[in-house]
């Protein structure tokens, strides 16, 4: 699969996978969905890669180039968002129709911007700190890292941004439950996709540099 690629070269396209993702995800995390009468937001159907990624860059990098990578996504998403709010504030021509529209998919207000960068910090580093100290404490458990780090980066995730963004809005036992549901639904995804991960990591450790 990566076989004409060095370490160097897949890292790049490793943190343009990363960056994409974490915009997409954030674009499209003020649509919610019904699962099993529970409510989600429509991210975590691809936050979970975020996560995938990050285990693959903790695992075969390390943590500083994870967390190089970390803040670079930070840094794109902050870009991502000012570019939102500079658009929607330009005046629209007369012929341009979908001006409030625009308005509702890209704008954010405060607090829910403040809690997604907020849990994404904090979650992501976590989960490739967490990653690379349980490779120190075993190497050769692969599957218990990529869990652990997940399940504990993405409850911190969960806990952060809907403690920041939803409290005193909706009753404090369903905001629990949105926290446990979200964080297991995450952790969920990624025991399921858990061979592909395997399969990439292996891979990449056997590139040359």
């Known amino acids: 699969m990566f076989e004409n690629l060095t370490k160097t070269e897949l890292y790049a396209t490793l943190t343009g996978v990363f960056t994409a993702c974490l915009i997409v995800s954030n674009i499209i995390a003020g649509k919610t969905f019904d699962f099993f009468s529970f409510t989600l937001p429509c991210a975590v159907i691809i936050f979970p890669i975020i996560y995938i990624v990050n285990d693959v860059l903790a695992e075969v990098y390390g943590y500083q180039k994870a967390r190089r990578v970390i803040l670079l ?7 991502a968002v000012i570019c939102y709010n500079v658009t929607i504030w330009l005046p629209a021509p007369v012929f341009f129709e979908n001006s409030e529209a625009f308005s509702v998919v890209l704008s954010s207000t405060l ?7 907020v849990a994404y910090i904090v ?9 690379v100290y349980l490779k ?3 190497e050769d458990k692969l599957f218990f890292r ?3 780090s997940t399940l504990f980066g993405e409850g911190l995730d969960a806990i952060i941004f809907i403690f920041i963004g939803f409290f005193a809005t909706m009753p404090f036992e369903a905001l629990l ?9 995450k952790t969920c995804y990624e025991i399921i996709v858990y061979p592909l991960t395997g399969y990439v990591i292996g891979s990449v ?3 040359p540099d």
């Open 205 to 207: 450790k056997s590139l």
């Open 146 to 148: 990529c869990i652990v």
């Open 136 to 138: 120190k404490w075993d």
């Open 177 to 185: 439950l949105m926290i446990v549901v979200q964080a297991l639904f």
């Open 73 to 79: 996504g930070f840094f794109m998403n902050l870009v």
């Open 111 to 117: 607090r829910l911007l403040v809690a997604s960068f």
């Open 123 to 131: 979650g992501s580093l976590v989960n490739a700190k967490l990653m």
